[in-house]
Protein backbone atom coordinates (compact mmCIF):
# COMPACT_ATOMS: atom_id res chain seq x y z
CA UNK A 1 0.00 0.00 0.00
CA UNK A 2 1.13 3.57 -0.51
CA UNK A 3 0.34 6.70 1.15
CA UNK A 4 0.41 10.20 0.34
CA UNK A 5 0.58 13.68 2.30
CA UNK A 6 0.46 16.42 0.21
CA UNK A 7 1.92 19.86 2.54
CA UNK A 8 2.46 23.50 1.54
CA UNK A 9 -1.43 24.98 0.51
CA UNK A 10 -2.03 28.20 1.38
CA UNK A 11 -3.50 31.51 0.37
CA UNK A 12 -1.56 33.69 -1.99
CA UNK A 13 -2.07 37.03 -4.11
CA UNK A 14 -1.98 36.83 -7.48
CA UNK A 15 1.56 36.54 -9.32
CA UNK A 16 2.82 35.31 -6.08
CA UNK A 17 4.63 31.73 -5.77
CA UNK A 18 4.32 28.46 -3.48
CA UNK A 19 6.08 25.16 -3.27
CA UNK A 20 3.56 22.09 -2.63
CA UNK A 21 4.99 19.08 -1.50
CA UNK A 22 3.93 15.20 -1.66
CA UNK A 23 5.58 12.35 0.55
CA UNK A 24 4.60 8.92 -0.29
CA UNK A 25 5.68 6.25 2.54
CA UNK A 26 4.88 2.58 2.42
CA UNK A 27 5.72 0.21 -0.93
CA UNK A 28 6.38 1.59 -4.07
CA UNK A 29 6.99 0.29 -7.54
CA UNK A 30 10.28 1.04 -10.11
CA UNK A 31 7.52 1.42 -13.08
CA UNK A 32 5.36 4.72 -11.85
CA UNK A 33 4.50 7.67 -12.03
CA UNK A 34 3.61 10.74 -9.33
CA UNK A 35 0.96 13.21 -10.26
CA UNK A 36 -1.11 16.23 -9.46
CA UNK A 37 -4.29 16.83 -9.99
CA UNK A 38 -6.77 19.96 -8.41
CA UNK A 39 -10.48 20.60 -7.97
CA UNK A 40 -11.96 23.88 -7.99
CA UNK A 41 -16.02 24.02 -6.20
CA UNK A 42 -18.65 22.85 -8.57
CA UNK A 43 -16.10 21.64 -11.41
CA UNK A 44 -14.04 18.23 -12.19
CA UNK A 45 -11.36 16.92 -11.12
CA UNK A 46 -8.26 18.14 -13.46
CA UNK A 47 -4.94 16.89 -14.38
CA UNK A 48 -2.18 19.70 -13.28
CA UNK A 49 1.09 17.45 -13.94
CA UNK A 50 2.73 14.32 -13.33
CA UNK A 51 5.97 12.86 -13.30
CA UNK A 52 7.41 9.09 -14.03
CA UNK A 53 9.24 7.87 -11.19
CA UNK A 54 12.40 5.97 -12.55
CA UNK A 55 12.52 7.97 -15.72
CA UNK A 56 12.02 11.61 -14.63
CA UNK A 57 9.86 12.27 -17.59
CA UNK A 58 7.32 15.24 -16.89
CA UNK A 59 4.00 16.44 -18.36
CA UNK A 60 2.04 19.36 -18.08
CA UNK A 61 -1.37 20.22 -18.50
CA UNK A 62 -1.50 23.57 -21.19
CA UNK A 63 -2.60 25.87 -18.36
CA UNK A 64 0.48 25.57 -16.35
CA UNK A 65 3.08 25.32 -18.86
CA UNK A 66 5.97 27.65 -18.63
CA UNK A 67 4.53 28.46 -14.60
CA UNK A 68 4.80 25.23 -13.09
CA UNK A 69 7.53 23.05 -12.15
CA UNK A 70 7.77 19.14 -11.01
CA UNK A 71 10.57 17.60 -9.75
CA UNK A 72 11.36 14.47 -7.69
CA UNK A 73 13.50 13.51 -4.87
CA UNK A 74 13.80 9.48 -5.30
CA UNK A 75 15.68 8.89 -2.10
CA UNK A 76 13.09 10.56 -0.31
CA UNK A 77 9.88 9.57 -1.95
CA UNK A 78 9.18 12.87 -2.72
CA UNK A 79 7.95 15.15 -5.51
CA UNK A 80 7.59 19.20 -5.76
CA UNK A 81 5.10 21.13 -7.56
CA UNK A 82 7.31 24.78 -8.15
CA UNK A 83 3.81 27.29 -8.47
CA UNK A 84 4.73 30.38 -9.90
CA UNK A 85 2.69 33.44 -11.46
CA UNK A 86 -0.45 32.36 -10.03
CA UNK A 87 -3.57 33.55 -11.01
CA UNK A 88 -7.22 33.42 -9.55
CA UNK A 89 -7.85 30.64 -11.92
CA UNK A 90 -5.42 28.51 -9.91
CA UNK A 91 -7.43 28.38 -7.06
CA UNK A 92 -8.18 24.87 -6.12
CA UNK A 93 -7.72 21.81 -4.10
CA UNK A 94 -4.64 20.26 -5.08
CA UNK A 95 -3.94 15.94 -4.76
CA UNK A 96 -1.72 14.51 -5.16
CA UNK A 97 -1.35 10.85 -6.51
CA UNK A 98 0.06 7.60 -7.55
CA UNK A 99 0.04 5.11 -9.84
CA UNK A 100 1.70 2.12 -11.87
CA UNK A 101 1.45 3.60 -15.37
CA UNK A 102 5.08 3.66 -15.35
CA UNK A 103 5.01 6.76 -17.49
CA UNK A 104 3.43 10.60 -16.81
CA UNK A 105 -0.16 9.87 -16.91
CA UNK A 106 -2.73 12.08 -17.02
CA UNK A 107 -5.76 10.55 -16.60
CA UNK A 108 -7.29 9.81 -12.95
CA UNK A 109 -8.31 6.29 -13.75
CA UNK A 110 -4.07 5.64 -14.11
CA UNK A 111 -3.77 6.09 -10.35
CA UNK A 112 -4.94 4.52 -7.29
CA UNK A 113 -3.84 6.28 -4.39
CA UNK A 114 -4.99 9.42 -3.58
CA UNK A 115 -4.06 11.99 -0.81
CA UNK A 116 -6.40 13.94 0.84
CA UNK A 117 -5.28 17.41 -0.55
CA UNK A 118 -4.19 20.66 0.19
CA UNK A 119 -5.93 24.42 -0.29
CA UNK A 120 -4.36 27.07 -2.48
CA UNK A 121 -6.04 29.85 -2.53
CA UNK A 122 -4.72 32.82 -5.15
CA UNK A 123 -6.60 36.41 -4.44
CA UNK A 124 -7.08 39.17 -7.58
Known amino acids: QVQLAESGGRWVQAGGSLRLSCAAS????????LGWFRQAPGKEREFVAA????????RYADFVKGRFTLSRDNSKNMVHLQMNSLKPEDTAIYYCAFGGAGYPADGITEYGYWGQGTQVTVSS
Open 51 to 58: ISWSGGRT
Open 26 to 33: GHTFSSSA
